[in-house]
């Protein structure tokens, strides 16, 4: 098994509540990193400024103590599980990650990390942006949840999500691709009947997004998702539930 720690759990951390030793020095316990995670902690560290960024700068070192797994975006990671591709799919990888990571740990200060980013040969070259980057992605994926609660019917959801995964001409089997993906089709299923109830999740809950990503990689049977938050009344029926655990269920491991 390996386990997926989401933000909060992360920031938790930077914050001083959790230790370095409680989330990856425990012996027999793997964790990987979900790459937007990282996204979402460089786009804290960068807007939060000189102030904290020592110890969000440890809280980083602390991701990369053991040079755990990077995973793929989860594109890539479908596009993998389905159709056992690995390269051509997102021109980000998980190296690209681990180079942004290799140069954070080492600076001793945020100016001096953002010079790193800016240089000519980086590949990370916009991270002073990444806020209104991230921003663009949520309203982009978070707007795209109102058409979908006007429009679509959840019974033939799925046959319309395979579209974005074909390859060669061929389309992924509707009932496989809910099967597989179990967990994050139930939740994007749930989260179209929130908004049809009314729920505006760019203004009151915009980590629906991140938390969405995070149930993708559910599909390999080794990931263990650990969170702050309970997805019991999203996630209900999918199998996957199982592997979804808190942070105080992780400590009894």
């Not at 990390?113 to 916009?126: A, Q, V």
């Not at 992924?172 to 089709?185: K, L, N, R, Y």
Request: hydrophobic share 40%.
């Amino acid at each position: 098994m390996f386990y997926i720690f989401d933000t909060n759990i992360w920031i938790d951390l930077s914050r001083g509540t959790l230790s370095c030793e409680e989330l990856v020095g425990r012996a027999g316990l793997p964790i990987a990193l979900a790459p937007f995670i990282i996204n979402e902690f460089m786009k804290g560290l960068v807007t939060g400024g000189e102030g904290p960024f020592e110890r969000n700068r440890e809280a980083v070192k602390c991701m990369a103590s053991t040079r755990p797994e990077i995973l793929e975006l989860p594109k890539s990671f479908i596009f993998r599980i389905l159709w056992n591709v690995r390269e051509g799919v997102a021109t980000v990888r998980p190296q690209h990650y681990r180079t942004l990571i290799d140069l954070l740990v080492p600076s001793r200060s945020l100016e001096e990390f953002l010079r790193k980013t800016d240089k000519s040969e980086s590949d990370w070259k916009r991270l002073r942006d990444l806020r209104s980057i991230h921003d663009e992605v949520l309203n982009k994926e978070l707007g795209s949840l109102t058409p979908l609660a006007e429009r679509a019917s959840l019974k033939s959801l799925t046959r319309h999500m395979v579209r974005g995964y074909e390859l060669g001409g061929l389309l992924p089997d509707p009932d496989f691709f809910e099967t597989t993906f179990s967990a994050a089709v139930e939740f994007l299923k749930t989260s179209i009947v929130q908004v049809r109830n009314g729920a505006k999740p760019r203004k009151n809950n915009p980590g629906m997004y991140v938390d969405s990503q995070l149930f993708w990689y559910l599909a390999d049977p080794r990931a263990v998702v650990v969170t702050r938050e309970d997805f019991s009344t999203e996630i209900r029926v999918s199998p996957q539930k199982a592997r979804i655990i808190s942070y105080e269920q992780f400590r009894t491991l």
